[in-house]
């Protein structure tokens, strides 16, 4: 990991706003791109750091907005240590911003969880903030969530909540067939805070009043929730039909087939994020874990709720993820890097600062070898690999 300072990347393919640019190079002056352009107009920028990208293709930071852990860590356990695992494990796969996502606890458990996701955020750039994934889901539609810790999004608990919450809150994950719960998206929504559809049963009119309410994103589209039936189009139709509302994509090989990530590709142009939902065993070994509460065994990178088939979030990173978007799904790169970019950035209200690499956006920025492996990172300006 190196110090901020000015560097000065030329002779790229740079991937970014949808379009390939050939012969580029960028300044990086601190936490900020500073400037851009093509050919040998780089050479008025020095001195400074200067890397010779020699060809190789240049992408935005990816921003991931579904994580759990990663590196034998989860950012369920608290501590400082294992958030700043979960994250540097990450990062050395391409993710320069994330949101750390909690999976359903008691309100006075997930308010400890946020004050640890609060001061990482005000140390870290690369948080962004906390994610709830719970505990505002359907008990039938739970997935690797505790059903004993499952609750209402009544007034009172939304309230505490929120207070809890503070500014670490960025994102929350709600079932809209739960009581109280189209009440409770206009009161996050009113606070800033994102919300997303999931682990529902919720038919495509309920889901459709839940974007009508302000809900902008689908987490982890297909699964926990209904799928689309010729006579009952369910959420994920509701979200493809809903302007502006971003859908969660899982390319890991396990949770959706690549053949139906193509179909929302098509469906839902410039709308699908790609994200890793991992937990403790990505960039780890196969094992046994805990997700939350529960215990969880991974083999051959599949995460499983022990002695279950249940998937338990997965053990992704996000460079697989565009290795996947691109080689199995069929995507051009600009796309695939579009939906680890500026798709994740657009949801989060984010896209004038991150997902692109253009002056005045962040010093977030990938450097890929030929068959898309991460061979440098830099993030808000500093190198971590």
Known sequence: MSATGTTVLHSARLVSGGEIHDDAWLVLDGDVVAARGNGDDWQRHAPGEVVDVAGRVLTPGFIDLHCHGGGGASVDDDG?????????????????????SLVSAR???????????????????????AHLEGPFLHPDFRGAHDLRVLRD???ETVRRLRDAAGDALVQITIAPDRPHALEAIEAFVADGVVVAVGHTGADHALADAAFERG?????????????????????????????????????????????????????APGRIALVTDAMAAAGA????????DLDVTVSEGVARLTGTETIAGSTLTQDVALRR???????????????????PAAVLGRQDRLGRLDPGYAADV??????????????????YR
């Not at 859908?247 to 590709?265: K, N, Q, T, Y």
């Not at 070994?285 to 939350?292: I, K, S, T, W």
Request: proline fraction near 6%; glycine fraction near 8%.
């Open 366 to 383: 990938v450097l890929l070898g030929p068959t898309l492996e991460v061979e440098a990172v830099w993030s808000a300006g500093r190198r």
């Open 285 to 292: 070994a196969d094992g046994d874990y805990v997700l939350g």
């Open 325 to 343: 978007a691109v080689g199995q799904v069929g995507l051009e790169l600009p796309t695939a890097v579009a939906a680890l970019t500026e798709t």
């Open 153 to 155: 999004p009544d007034p």
């Open 215 to 267: 809900a902008s994103l689908l987490t982890h589209a297909f699964n926990a929730m209904r799928g689309i039936h010729h006579r009952a189009p369910g959420p994920v139709l509701a979200a493809v039909g809903a302007p502006g509302v971003i859908l969660e994509v899982i390319l890991d090989g396990s949770h959706l087939d690549p053949r139906v990530a193509r179909m929302l590709f098509d469906l």
């Open 80 to 100: 400082a240590a294992s958030i700043a695992r979960v994250v540097d494990t990450h990062t050395a796969h391409g993710t320069t911003r994330s949101v750390l």
């Open 107 to 129: 309100i006075d458990v997930l308010a400890r969880r946020l004050a640890a996701i609060a001061e990482a955020k005000a140390r870290d750039p690369r948080v962004l903030g």
